[in-house]
């Protein structure tokens, strides 16, 4: 089983600008968790103190906790690389590496590991493009560049990228804001297939997506989680009268 996720009293700032307020939340493992709010309240932030990833920007800091599998990401002694490795993530927009082929977007991760194993490496590729749903589409051509391929395929290459290194958790932020109707109904559908697997969260700007596809549900407003529950509780029956009026439109 996937690792669960739980935040306490998270606190993210960058400089003097404080962007996560004291956010106490639960990630169920092998499900999806949707979080959704208006720009800039702090999706975003959050997500990337999931992987340490907040701390690689300059003046960026943490204070509270993020426990993975019960263990403290931030505690002494913990490296930021090995926790990276056990939550991947995938951004915005499409990034596969522009000069490397498709094969060797797949296979970075574990090249960076020290993996030189030819069968290893070829086994992994395979299996993580399958993962991502995009073996059939680009086997008889993995030396092609990473970016020669559509958007769609593109994220979804990003996927497989992260999955080589077999995380236990999936971060995406906003994995579909730059793909059509189309390539985003793939990823939806591939979402789904891996939950089995990972736990997976995604921000979104999109409350449509979050409703299709999302088992819980987590509204953020000006860096404060104001409400989380299972999806169909949050779009039908919110307790916060915010989150209703988020959630109808009224604002956002």
Known sequence: MAAEIETQHLNAYFGD??????????????????????SGCGKSTLIRCMNRMHEVVRGARVDGKVLVGGEDIYGPGTDPVTIRRKVGMVFQK?????????????????????VRDWKRLDDTVERSLRLAALWDEVK?????????ISGGQQQRLCIARALAVEPEILLLD????????????????LLFDLKSRYTIVIVTHNMQQAARIADNTAFMYMGK????????????????ELTEKYITGRFG
């Open 140 to 148: 008889e051509n993995l030396a092609a560049s990473g970016v020669s």
């Open 225 to 240: 989680l104001i409400e989380s529950g299972d999806t169909k509780t949050i779009f039908e029956n919110p307790e916060k």
């Open 174 to 189: 906003e994995p579909c804001s730059a793909l059509d109707p189309i390539a985003t109904a793939k990823i939806e559908d």
């Open 17 to 38: 600008v404080h962007a996560v307020k004291g956010v106490d939340l639960r990630i169920s493992s092998n499900r999806i968790t949707a979080i959704i709010g208006p």
């Open 94 to 114: 499409p990034n596969p590496f522009p000069t490397m082929s498709i094969y060797d977007n797949v296979a970075a991760g574990l090249r960076l590991n020290g």
